[in-house]
Protein backbone atom coordinates (compact mmCIF):
# COMPACT_ATOMS: atom_id res chain seq x y z
CA UNK A 1 0.00 0.00 0.00
CA UNK A 2 1.36 3.18 -0.84
CA UNK A 3 0.88 5.47 2.64
CA UNK A 4 -0.56 9.34 1.91
CA UNK A 5 -0.55 10.71 4.53
CA UNK A 6 -26.34 11.93 12.54
CA UNK A 7 -25.11 10.67 16.45
CA UNK A 8 -27.75 12.45 17.38
CA UNK A 9 -26.92 15.87 15.79
CA UNK A 10 -28.98 17.90 14.06
CA UNK A 11 -28.11 21.18 12.66
CA UNK A 12 -30.99 24.53 11.93
CA UNK A 13 -29.84 27.23 9.53
CA UNK A 14 -31.78 30.60 9.34
CA UNK A 15 -30.73 33.82 7.39
CA UNK A 16 -31.90 37.06 8.83
CA UNK A 17 -31.91 40.53 7.90
CA UNK A 18 -31.11 43.05 10.80
CA UNK A 19 -30.12 46.77 10.72
CA UNK A 20 -26.21 45.21 10.34
CA UNK A 21 -27.30 43.59 7.12
CA UNK A 22 -28.02 40.08 6.40
CA UNK A 23 -26.85 37.16 9.46
CA UNK A 24 -27.59 33.94 9.73
CA UNK A 25 -28.08 32.03 13.26
CA UNK A 26 -27.34 27.98 12.91
CA UNK A 27 -28.34 25.82 16.15
CA UNK A 28 -26.70 22.43 16.45
CA UNK A 29 -28.10 19.74 18.91
CA UNK A 30 -26.94 16.90 20.32
CA UNK A 31 -28.45 15.63 22.89
CA UNK A 32 -29.25 18.76 25.42
CA UNK A 33 -26.46 20.87 23.73
CA UNK A 34 -27.63 23.65 21.61
CA UNK A 35 -25.23 26.98 19.90
CA UNK A 36 -25.72 29.80 18.14
CA UNK A 37 -23.39 31.83 16.43
CA UNK A 38 -22.55 34.32 13.14
CA UNK A 39 -21.14 32.59 10.33
CA UNK A 40 -17.36 33.88 9.88
CA UNK A 41 -16.67 35.62 6.59
CA UNK A 42 -13.17 35.22 4.34
CA UNK A 43 -12.35 36.34 0.93
CA UNK A 44 -13.12 33.12 -0.28
CA UNK A 45 -16.73 33.27 1.17
CA UNK A 46 -18.04 32.30 4.05
CA UNK A 47 -17.22 29.27 6.85
CA UNK A 48 -19.74 27.50 8.51
CA UNK A 49 -18.81 26.94 12.98
CA UNK A 50 -19.17 23.40 13.98
CA UNK A 51 -19.37 23.53 17.80
CA UNK A 52 -18.11 19.43 17.90
CA UNK A 53 -15.69 18.77 16.08
CA UNK A 54 -15.98 15.03 16.78
CA UNK A 55 -19.60 14.85 16.22
CA UNK A 56 -19.70 16.70 12.84
CA UNK A 57 -16.84 14.40 11.55
CA UNK A 58 -18.79 11.10 13.03
CA UNK A 59 -19.13 8.98 9.98
CA UNK A 60 -18.08 8.38 6.28
CA UNK A 61 -17.22 10.88 3.71
CA UNK A 62 -15.58 10.99 0.02
CA UNK A 63 -12.44 12.56 -0.10
CA UNK A 64 -10.48 13.96 -3.28
CA UNK A 65 -7.52 15.05 -2.92
CA UNK A 66 -5.07 17.08 -5.16
CA UNK A 67 -1.08 17.27 -4.67
CA UNK A 68 0.59 19.12 -6.51
CA UNK A 69 5.17 19.25 -6.54
CA UNK A 70 5.54 23.01 -6.82
CA UNK A 71 8.81 22.71 -7.45
CA UNK A 72 9.29 19.97 -9.61
CA UNK A 73 6.10 21.05 -11.30
CA UNK A 74 4.10 17.02 -10.85
CA UNK A 75 0.50 16.87 -10.32
CA UNK A 76 -1.34 13.41 -8.12
CA UNK A 77 -4.71 13.06 -7.58
CA UNK A 78 -6.63 11.08 -4.82
CA UNK A 79 -10.03 9.83 -4.79
CA UNK A 80 -11.20 7.54 -2.36
CA UNK A 81 -13.29 7.25 0.97
CA UNK A 82 -12.56 8.90 4.74
CA UNK A 83 -14.39 6.77 7.86
CA UNK A 84 -14.76 8.32 11.14
CA UNK A 85 -15.52 5.27 13.68
CA UNK A 86 -16.49 5.51 17.52
CA UNK A 87 -13.42 5.28 19.51
CA UNK A 88 -14.39 2.78 22.73
CA UNK A 89 -12.46 5.05 24.65
CA UNK A 90 -13.71 7.96 23.15
CA UNK A 91 -12.78 10.36 20.33
CA UNK A 92 -12.75 8.95 16.81
CA UNK A 93 -10.66 6.52 14.37
CA UNK A 94 -10.03 8.13 11.10
CA UNK A 95 -9.44 5.88 8.11
CA UNK A 96 -8.83 6.95 4.41
CA UNK A 97 -8.41 4.32 1.53
CA UNK A 98 -8.84 4.95 -2.02
CA UNK A 99 -6.70 5.07 -5.76
CA UNK A 100 -3.38 7.44 -5.60
CA UNK A 101 -2.55 8.66 -9.23
CA UNK A 102 0.62 10.36 -9.06
CA UNK A 103 1.95 11.27 -13.01
CA UNK A 104 -0.01 8.44 -14.16
CA UNK A 105 0.30 5.28 -12.23
CA UNK A 106 -2.24 5.27 -9.99
CA UNK A 107 -1.97 2.48 -6.87
CA UNK A 108 -3.64 1.93 -3.70
CA UNK A 109 -3.17 4.66 -0.84
CA UNK A 110 -4.13 4.35 2.84
CA UNK A 111 -3.65 6.36 5.85
CA UNK A 112 -4.85 6.08 9.52
CA UNK A 113 -5.38 8.69 12.43
CA UNK A 114 -6.92 9.39 15.95
CA UNK A 115 -8.92 12.26 16.92
CA UNK A 116 -9.38 12.13 20.16
CA UNK A 117 -11.35 14.79 22.55
CA UNK A 118 -9.22 18.09 22.94
CA UNK A 119 -8.31 20.04 25.88
CA UNK A 120 -11.71 22.77 25.69
CA UNK A 121 -15.02 21.51 24.70
CA UNK A 122 -15.57 20.72 21.25
CA UNK A 123 -12.53 20.69 19.90
CA UNK A 124 -9.84 17.64 18.74
CA UNK A 125 -6.70 16.11 19.92
CA UNK A 126 -5.66 14.87 16.43
CA UNK A 127 -2.58 12.33 16.63
CA UNK A 128 -1.06 9.83 13.73
CA UNK A 129 -1.87 6.00 14.29
CA UNK A 130 0.76 5.30 16.68
CA UNK A 131 -0.04 7.98 19.00
CA UNK A 132 2.48 10.42 18.28
CA UNK A 133 0.71 14.16 18.23
CA UNK A 134 0.43 15.53 14.80
CA UNK A 135 -2.17 18.86 15.35
CA UNK A 136 -5.16 20.40 17.26
CA UNK A 137 -8.58 21.15 15.77
CA UNK A 138 -11.21 23.79 16.49
CA UNK A 139 -13.81 24.47 14.26
CA UNK A 140 -16.52 26.24 16.05
CA UNK A 141 -15.13 29.54 14.11
CA UNK A 142 -15.30 27.08 10.93
CA UNK A 143 -12.04 27.24 10.38
CA UNK A 144 -8.49 26.05 12.17
CA UNK A 145 -5.04 26.66 10.70
CA UNK A 146 -2.50 24.09 12.24
CA UNK A 147 1.30 23.63 12.04
CA UNK A 148 3.28 20.18 12.55
CA UNK A 149 7.00 20.48 12.27
CA UNK A 150 8.43 17.44 10.94
CA UNK A 151 12.34 16.82 11.04
CA UNK A 152 13.38 20.14 8.51
CA UNK A 153 9.93 19.88 6.82
CA UNK A 154 6.86 21.86 8.26
CA UNK A 155 3.24 20.85 7.34
CA UNK A 156 0.77 23.99 7.47
CA UNK A 157 -2.83 23.30 7.34
CA UNK A 158 -6.19 25.65 6.71
CA UNK A 159 -9.51 23.70 7.86
CA UNK A 160 -12.21 25.07 6.46
CA UNK A 161 -15.78 23.92 6.50
CA UNK A 162 -18.77 24.99 4.14
CA UNK A 163 -21.50 23.61 5.48
CA UNK A 164 -23.25 20.82 7.35
CA UNK A 165 -22.06 17.96 4.35
CA UNK A 166 -18.71 19.59 3.19
CA UNK A 167 -15.27 20.72 4.63
CA UNK A 168 -11.94 21.23 3.49
CA UNK A 169 -8.28 20.91 4.15
CA UNK A 170 -5.31 22.50 2.58
CA UNK A 171 -1.86 21.54 3.36
CA UNK A 172 1.77 23.29 2.37
CA UNK A 173 4.23 21.02 3.09
CA UNK A 174 7.72 22.87 3.20
CA UNK A 175 11.88 22.29 3.33
CA UNK A 176 14.90 21.93 1.80
CA UNK A 177 13.32 18.58 -0.99
CA UNK A 178 10.06 19.67 -0.77
CA UNK A 179 7.30 21.95 -1.54
CA UNK A 180 3.70 20.70 -2.17
CA UNK A 181 0.34 21.53 -1.78
CA UNK A 182 -2.47 19.07 -0.89
CA UNK A 183 -5.98 20.37 -1.38
CA UNK A 184 -9.02 17.87 0.30
CA UNK A 185 -12.20 18.17 -0.19
CA UNK A 186 -14.89 15.91 1.72
CA UNK A 187 -18.49 15.42 1.23
CA UNK A 188 -20.67 13.48 3.54
CA UNK A 189 -21.33 10.09 1.95
CA UNK A 190 -24.38 9.04 4.28
CA UNK A 191 -25.50 9.55 7.79
CA UNK A 192 -22.75 9.52 10.77
CA UNK A 193 -21.86 6.75 13.02
CA UNK A 194 -23.42 5.29 16.30
CA UNK A 195 -21.07 6.85 19.05
CA UNK A 196 -19.62 3.93 20.89
CA UNK A 197 -20.33 4.90 25.33
CA UNK A 198 -17.10 6.15 26.67
CA UNK A 199 -15.02 3.33 28.73
Not at 23 to 33: I, P, S
Not at 61 to 67: E, I, K, L, M
Not at 88 to 102: D, K, R
Amino acid sequence: MFDISNTGQHFERQDREGARGRQWVVRYRMGARERTGPRERSGMGEFWPVPDVLAYLAGRWHATRSVRDLAGGGEGRFEGVTVFSPLAQGGLLSHESGTFTWRGTARPAERTLRFLPGDAPGTADVRFADGRPFHGLDLSGGRHVAEHPCAADLYRGEFTVRDADHWRTVWRVGGPAKDLLLTTDYERAGPPAARAPGP
